[in-house]
């Protein structure tokens, strides 16, 4: 399984970004897919997380702000990221779990099976 992330780079605060996760090596239909981040000297937090069913979840403060998606059809997700904060700064990592629960959503680090390398977001006051 390989998870890549597109779509990182340098926004200005108020801005958007949107992010993109393609996977490959199997087919992905019964996986929930997820967002963490890390900004430097915190720990990784999920941002938000999508099931299969197409449940999701989303950290407390960013829904409305951040959108997350997939199509189960190209193994792709993506996250959209609007009204851009330096809070936001980090490095942003596409995860993946696989499940037989079409409703669950993964917010823990622990709950992910596979990680991709990461994609640096910085956003500039």
């Known amino acids: 399984v390989q998870l890549e992330e597109s779509g990182g780079g340098l926004v200005q605060a108020g801005g958007s970004l949107r992010l993109s996760c393609a996977a490959s090596g199997r087919n992905f239909i019964t996986y929930a897919f997820a967002w963490f981040r890390q900004a430097p000297g915190k720990e990784r937090e999920c941002v938000a997380s999508?099931?299969?069913?197409?449940?999701?979840y989303y950290r407390n403060g960013l829904k409305g702000r951040f959108t997350i998606s997939r199509d189960n059809a190209k193994n792709t997700m993506s996250l959209q990221m609007n009204n851009l904060n330096p809070d936001d700064t980090a490095v942003y990592y596409c995860?993946?779990?696989?499940?037989?629960?079409?409703?669950?959503?993964?917010?823990?680090?622990?709950?992910?099976?596979?990680w991709g390398k990461g994609t640096l977001v910085t956003v500039s006051s």
């Open positions: 999508i099931g299969w069913g197409g449940n999701t």
């Open positions: 995860a993946l779990t696989w499940t037989g629960d079409s409703d669950y959503v993964p917010h823990a680090q622990h709950n992910i099976d596979y």
